[in-house]
């Protein structure tokens, strides 16, 4: 999909809210109170973009993937491209605020495509905790934020983006350290979603080997069947599901971003030889890797 289509498609669904067109390509941000129809459910969508939600006082269901949760309480949501995402609002209690970030990778300098912000940000983790309650001591840091990058896009003039997108980073590098120290974050998780959590986290950092079931069960000292039970209960997906699901994201990130030969990229991430890959590739995306470099 070209950049003009996917803007597009930003526009659309945008508009399909009630809201303007996009200032900026690769963001938006927007409040309930900025949507002009009544609106009670957002229907499930599939974008090609990440998000971020924060939810405070919002009788309001979300649900991405398989985990549902009320947002009455401090609720900060992050939703990967791709990913089924849908909201049901019940009701709109005195007092109630949120704030919706829509943005792609390539609004971050340092960003190489979705990929890279898989692995530098850990919530944003395609299968396993997406909604989090927080303290009010990190919400309000949040909300500050949010609030701040609010007003620069309402009130966008040459310095916009720039703040814009420090803000972002920012708050990025913020839900990192709160969510790495656990002190504001307030979640159990049970035996198989910490199991499928250190899975997910080691088959990002060893994507490019292309590794099999057995390697990860061996790095976390269970048996291969019982991780495979673990992913499956959690995520309602096999392992094997997911390691391809992060084979390809890194495949199509390195395609698009580098200038290595489909046969240097084959090696990299494990293939034998940039048939078998090729081969792979088109039975995951539909397209060879040359036809997918081309788009």
Request: charged letters at 25%; a positive charge.
């Given at each position: 999909?070209?950049s003009?289509?996917?803007?597009k498609d930003f526009?659309?669904?945008?508009?399909?809210?009630?809201l303007?067109?996009?200032?900026?390509?690769?963001?938006?941000i927007?409040?309930?109170?900025d949507?002009?129809?009544?609106?009670?459910?957002?229907?499930?969508?599939?974008?090609?973009l990440?998000?971020?939600?924060?939810y405070?006082?919002y009788?309001?269901?979300l649900l991405?993937?398989?985990?549902?949760?009320s947002a009455l309480?401090?609720?900060?949501?992050?939703v990967?491209p791709?990913?089924l995402?849908?909201?049901?609002?019940k009701?709109?209690?005195?007092?109630?605020?949120?704030?919706?970030?829509?943005?792609?990778?390539?609004l971050?300098?340092?960003?190489?495509?979705?990929?890279?912000l898989?692995?530098?940000?850990?919530?944003?983790n395609r299968?396993?905790?997406?909604?989090?309650?927080?303290?009010?001591?990190h919400?309000?840091?949040?909300?500050?934020?949010?609030?701040?990058?609010?007003?620069?896009?309402?009130n966008?003039?040459e310095?916009?983006?720039?703040?814009?997108?420090?803000?972002?980073?920012?708050l990025?590098?913020?839900?990192?350290?709160?969510?790495?120290?656990n002190?504001?974050?307030?979640?159990?998780?049970?035996?198989?979603?910490?199991i499928?959590y250190?899975?997910?986290?080691?088959?990002?950092?060893?994507?490019?080997?292309?590794?099999?079931i057995?390697?990860?069960?061996n790095?976390l000292?269970?048996s291969e069947?019982y991780?495979?039970?673990?992913?499956?209960?959690?995520?309602?997906?096999?392992?094997?599901?997911i390691?391809d699901?992060?084979?390809?994201?890194?495949a199509?990130?390195?395609?698009?971003?580098s200038n290595?030969?489909?046969?240097?990229?084959?090696?990299?991430?494990?293939?034998?030889?940039?048939?078998?890959?090729?081969k792979?590739?088109?039975?995951?995306?539909?397209?060879?890797?040359?036809e997918?470099q081309?788009t």
């Amino acid at each position: 999909m070209d950049s003009k289509t996917k803007n597009k498609d930003f526009d659309l669904l945008l508009e399909s809210v009630g809201l303007a067109p996009s200032k900026i390509p690769e963001f938006y941000i927007f409040k309930f109170e900025d949507i002009e129809k009544d609106i009670l459910e957002s229907g499930s969508r599939n974008l090609d973009l990440f998000e971020i939600s924060f939810y405070h006082g919002y009788d309001i269901d979300l649900l991405v993937e398989h985990e549902k949760k009320s947002a009455l309480e401090n609720n900060l949501c992050f939703v990967s491209p791709n990913q089924l995402f849908n909201w049901n609002l019940k009701k709109r209690n005195s007092g109630s605020y949120n704030y919706t970030i829509f943005f792609r990778p390539e609004l971050l300098p340092y960003s190489k495509g979705a990929y890279s912000l898989y692995k530098m940000f850990p919530f944003f983790n395609r299968n396993i905790q997406s909604i989090y309650r927080l303290s009010k001591k990190h919400s309000d840091f949040v909300v500050n934020l949010l609030e701040k990058i609010y007003y620069e896009h309402k009130n966008f003039n040459e310095d916009s983006l720039q703040l814009i997108i420090s803000y972002l980073n920012i708050l990025l590098i913020n839900c990192k350290r709160e969510l790495r120290q656990n002190h504001y974050l307030i979640k159990e998780r049970s035996r198989a979603e910490e199991i499928s959590y250190q899975f997910e986290s080691l088959v990002q950092n060893s994507v490019k080997s292309k590794q099999v079931i057995s390697f990860y069960a061996n790095k976390l000292n269970i048996s291969e069947v019982y991780l495979s039970e673990c992913v499956k209960k959690t995520t309602k997906k096999t392992a094997k599901q997911i390691i391809d699901e992060y084979l390809i994201i890194e495949a199509k990130s390195v395609l698009k971003h580098s200038n290595k030969s489909i046969a240097q990229i084959s090696i990299e991430l494990g293939f034998d030889d940039n048939s078998n890959f090729g081969k792979y590739f088109k039975k995951h995306t539909g397209m060879t890797p040359l036809e997918f470099q081309n788009t």
